[in-house]
Nanobody, 120 residues
Framework: QVQLVESGGGLVQAGGSLRLSCAASGRPFSGYAMGWFRQAPGKEREFVSAISWNVENTLYADSVKGRFTISRDNVKNTVDLQMNSLKPEDTAVYYC?????????????WGQGTQVTVSS
């Protein structure tokens, strides 16, 4: 069974940093684009960042560009999101995804999510 398990969420003050990690199991994900989405209360799910299967290409939402960095390890089947200079508007549940579609909204596999709360 395919599983994506996120870790690293928590409470941080504005300006602080967090590192999210996603561990994939159940099948090799080396051929999949992987990444992160987030959903704040009362808002739609939104794309945050993605990384191609060969690590050559990364994509970021404008709102996080320059502050967040995505990385992946195809041997360990992990994808990480380093989040710096966090803002209160980054508060959301963050979801790991694999097999992200071109619409940057749908994906083949989803994690359960990890809460990130940024206090002002």
């Amino acid at each position: 069974q395919v599983q994506l398990v996120e870790s690293g969420g928590g409470l941080v003050q504005a300006g602080g940093s967090l590192r999210l990690s996603c561990a994939a199991s159940g099948r090799p994900f080396s051929g999949y684009a992987m990444g992160w989405f987030r959903q704040a209360p009362g808002k739609e799910r939104e794309f945050v960042s993605a990384i191609s299967w060969n690590v050559e290409n990364t994509l970021y939402a404008d709102s996080v560009k320059g502050r967040f960095t995505i990385s992946r390890d195809n041997v360990k089947n992990t994808v990480d999101l380093q989040m710096n200079s966090l803002k209160p508007e980054d508060t959301a549940v963050y979801y790991c995804a694999a097999g992200i579609r071109n619409d940057l909204y749908e994906a083949d596999y989803w994690g359960q999510g990890t809460q990130v709360t940024v206090s002002s």
